[in-house]
């Protein structure tokens, strides 16, 4: 993530959009797709050897590992973190900034997503490395949106042919990676306000529940949901939300079937997942 492959072609993207280069964005639009399968393929590879050497055993849940589980989906939050990091690599850029530290904030949207992807599929979670791999799609947009609108803005009443790079022809290849991108995010966009709907409706139900008198001693932890769209029915897959409450040393025996009532009857054919994280609240006692 530090050596950031990828800021050269998001750069020189958005550099020719504003620059109405249109063969310079073309080209730029196609690397960075290739850079992205590269990067997915690598995670395959790595986390196959993983597997076949023992270093992590074959029956492993990868959703229970957070940094999966975080990526598991595309989500609004996802969408902000590409938009601020297309946008302060526009400012780094127009400002002279370091193309490293510009870099690293691209990579860091891009790269962990990219990863999710290879490692779900070496561990054959296809509804998980779909859901990533829509949220690495829709990330990568929007940081190229980002990155454009702030350019936009600042060079809009420049005159477009002081900032051409030429006028090559773009490839069939290329013109074709652009099309299919252009698909990929038109999808992903429909992916990501289904997933904040669910999302939605799971968090609420959750409060919901625990806006119960009886369960005034819980406190909800965080509501986890993997990709809950098209791809739910191409893998007859169910939705599935995981919901970690933390709570006293008092017993909640009902709590469980409480929240997944609640979820199921406002996202039917909902898998449901409750953690608890006890703790101990221990009394003040005062000096004698």
């Not at 690599?89 to 790269?111: H, P």
């Not at 054959?124 to 940081?143: D, I, N, R």
């Amino acid at each position: 993530m530090v050596i950031a492959p990828l800021v050269g072609p998001v750069l020189t993207a958005t550099v020719g959009a504003v620059a109405d280069d249109r063969p310079m964005l073309v080209d730029s639009v196609r690397i960075q797709a290739l850079g992205l399968v590269a990067g997915v393929i690598g995670a395959v590879l790595f986390g196959l050897v993983v597997k076949t050497i023992g270093l992590a055993p074959t029956s492993l849940d990868i959703t229970s590992l957070q940094l999966v589980s975080l990526r598991a989906a595309p989500t609004p939050f996802s969408i902000i973190v590409g938009a601020a990091a297309g946008a302060a690599a526009a400012f780094g850029l127009t400002t002279k900034g370091s193309n490293s530290l510009v870099g690293v904030m691209i990579a860091a949207a891009l790269i962990p997503a990219a990863a999710t992807v290879g490692i779900a599929l070496a561990w054959s979670e296809y509804l998980v490395a779909l859901g990533s791999g829509l949220l690495l799609v829709s990330t990568m947009a929007v940081v190229n949106l980002a990155m454009y609108l702030v350019l936009w803005v600042l060079y809009r009443d420049q005159d477009p042919s002081k900032l051409s790079f030429g006028d090559r022809v773009p490839t069939r290849a290329a013109l074709v990676t652009v099309v299919l991108i252009v698909g990929a995010v038109a999808v992903a966009g429909i992916a990501v306000s289904q997933q904040a709907l669910f999302q939605q409706t799971a968090t609420q139900s959750v409060d919901a529940v625990l806006d119960d008198p009886a369960y005034s001693g819980v406190n909800s932890v965080s509501v986890q949901t993997e990709y809950a769209g098209l791809g739910s029915r191409l893998t007859s897959s169910s939705k599935s939300a995981t919901v970690t409450v933390s709570a006293s040393n008092e017993s909640y025996p009902n709590l469980s079937e409480h929240l997944r009532d609640r979820i199921q009857s406002r996202a039917g054919g909902t898998r449901v997942t409750v953690r608890f994280s006890t703790f101990q609240q221990a009394n003040q006692t005062r000096a004698g």
